[in-house]
């Protein structure tokens, strides 16, 4: 075999690699991961919002963990008009505990975490003035 059958092979085989490739690229379904993925693209940029509106707050002091007495101290923002805590336990999902916060509740509360399970917990705290929303996060490990 000489140079010139070599290269013209050569091409043969790279030019039928390169359509079985494109012939099976093209079979390949792809789908989106979600069909209403713009509306959640525009609540993730209002999510991003909620966290940075918090950032004007040290949050760190808004959820603080009172290992001693196995509790969660929450205190709360002052301009809060109405608010969620969630204190998710990524180990157990039936543990998770959701309070509803009002004008009315206590500016600093304990929430008593004596017969939930040890390790690590994330409190999201998500609040209102009225008219803007905020949102931090914080994770506590509980001995």
């Given at each position: 075999m000489n140079w010139g059958k070599a290269i013209v092979l050569t091409f043969i085989v790279f030019a039928g690699f390169i359509g079985t490739m494109v012939v099976q690229m093209s079979r390949e379904k792809i789908?989106?991961?979600?069909?209403d993925y713009y509306q959640d693209e525009i609540a993730y940029q209002q999510h991003i919002e909620k966290v940075s509106n918090a950032r004007q707050f040290d949050a760190d002091t808004?959820?603080?963990?009172?290992?001693?007495?196995k509790q969660i101290q929450l205190t709360l923002p002052n301009n809060l008009t109405t608010g969620t805590l969630v204190l998710y336990c990524p180990?157990?999902?039936?543990?998770?505990?959701?309070?509803a916060l009002t004008k009315a509740t206590p500016a600093v509360s304990n929430i008593s975490m004596q017969n939930r399970p040890k390790g690590v917990w994330?409190?999201?705290?998500?609040?209102?003035?009225?008219?803007?929303?905020?949102?931090?996060?914080?994770e506590l490990l509980l001995p």
């Open positions: 789908d989106l991961v979600r069909d808004f959820i603080q963990a009172k290992t001693a007495q180990a157990d999902r039936r543990q998770d505990v959701r309070q994330r409190a999201q705290l998500s609040w209102s003035d009225g008219q803007r929303d905020f949102y931090t996060e914080r």
